[in-house]
């Protein structure tokens, strides 16, 4: 028996969905016939992703710019987004920063600027959207990451950052709950072609030892965790909330940890 998910005439958010793992959801999404919204920080990109999310078959696709850090902000595009469509099914949201940095290194407003978009914007965007998303079947998807479960040197203000974010997505589900909102966090693995891995492998070596830490012996695809979002908020996944899960080609078995240690001997090394 072949399974399908179908989401015509779902109405979809991906918030950070003009570029990497959540532009890749965004486009998913369009392919399985969703009305698909995009916020991002940048009106340009929000433009060309849009007019992107069409071309893929979108039913019909929008987008607003909006810096998650600016709780106003959000809660106006998503205000928009209710005024355009007038109902609101799917969030995913998946707005990050990311820099490695030594905690003796860091500074105050480096340690701030990680946590005040990862952790407060994700705040930001639950607090907006649950107005409209209160019903039985909404559903949320939190993008986490490895850093959430496993400490690696470099990455203290990440660390704690999407520690909370996963936080949120279990206290959110136990409050959301009786409302008929599923609320779930995925954790990504090295991805291909992101920024993430670019910072965290900007050599070729790097990558190649990456590839070697993963079980399955290979970098994951945007379209490795679209998928998993395409299950998650689907009726398949009905029974399904406040879980956190890696979806990373088993990485968080063994690998992470190792190459956590490595990115923290570059940092050293660079310092001396």
Known sequence: MTVTIDCAGKTVLVVGGTSGICRGIAEAYARVGARVCVISRLQDKVDATVAALKAEGALDACGYSADVRDAEAVRSAVGQLNTRWGTLDIVISGAAGNFP????????????????????????????????????????????????????????????????????????????????????SIIPGPIEGTEGMARLAPAEQMREQIIQTVPLKRLGQARDIANACLFLSSDLASYITGAVIPVDGGWQLGGAATIGTALGKMLEDKED
């Open 101 to 184: 940095a030594l905690a003796r290194q860091l500074s105050d407003n480096g340690f701030s600027a990680v946590v005040d978009i990862d952790l407060k914007g994700t705040w930001h965007v639950m607090s907006a959207v649950y107005p409209y998303l209160r019903k039985p079947g909404a559903a949320i998807v939190n993008i986490s990451a490895p850093q959430a479960q496993l400490a690696m040197a470099g990455q203290i203000h990440v660390c704690a950052a999407k520690a909370g974010v996963d936080m949120i997505t279990r206290t959110l589900s136990l409050e959301w709950g009786a409302e008929g909102v599923r609320i779930n």
